[in-house]
């Protein structure tokens, strides 16, 4: 796995995480990138938001545009994925 992947991996986990503790699970892709950069991953607004519409493939939450962001709302299989009760390919797993 090369280093991009594995940051790839480990942003996808944290954006889950970030979802798990925001009031109804949900947040804006704005919001989202800002909590990630002060988690020491520094990407920009539009990679976030590819991001988000991966994790939206793979059901792990459900995405709605509003203006030019995205909102985001954490599905139930997404929490699993945060929580490490299920593993999917492309995410990291958290640590026990």
Known sequence: MSYSDFLRRDMRLVIL?????????R???????NLLHQLGHSWTRDQVKAELRWLAEVGTLAVDEAGSVLVATLAERGQDAAEGRVTIDGIARPRA
């Open 17 to 25: 995480r970030i979802l798990c503790e925001l009031p109804s699970y």
């Open 27 to 33: 947040g804006n892709s704005s919001v989202i990138a």
